[in-house]
Nanobody
Framework: QVQLVESGGGLVQAGGSLRLSCAAS????????MGWFRQAPGKEREFLAR????????HYADSVKGRFTISRDNAKNTVYLQVSSLEPEDTAVYYC??????????????????????WGQGTQVTVSS
């Protein structure tokens, strides 16, 4: 099993920034990639970004390119999501997830929540106008 714990969420004004963290523990040797998703009330879980565990390759949802940056610190078993230029529409619970599969034949699979094997409990981000 892999345990994921997110932190770094909070209340921020529009235009502000936050750095979200996701600390992984347990059988992290099985992890091949990490992703960030978010879910707003009444909406489906939305893919944001993904990073490979060792190679550093990244993928982003078009909606967040240029505003969000995913990175990792393997020594700390931690993945980060820097979120900038926040808007009220970014208000949601932000989740990190771990995938035991490194690559898929189609990039679209990276965006599917059910492709990920482990999930954190989420961290709330609220953006005020």
């Amino acid at each position: 099993q892999v345990q994921l714990v997110e932190s770094g969420g909070g209340l921020v004004q529009a235009g502000g920034s936050l750095r979200l963290s996701c600390a992984a523990s347990g059988r992290t040797g099985n992890v091949r990639a990490m992703g960030w998703f978010r879910q707003a009330p009444g909406k489906e879980r939305e893919f944001l970004a993904r990073i490979s565990w060792s190679g550093g390759s990244t993928h982003y949802a078009d909606s967040v390119k240029g505003r969000f940056t995913i990175s990792r610190d393997n020594a700390k078993n931690t993945v980060y999501l820097q979120v900038s230029s926040l808007e009220p529409e970014d208000t949601a619970v932000y989740y990190c997830a771990a995938d035991r599969v490194a690559y898929y034949p189609n990039d679209a699979y990276y965006t599917v929540p059910t492709k990920y094997d482990y999930w954190g409990q989420g961290t709330q981000v609220t953006v005020s106008s």
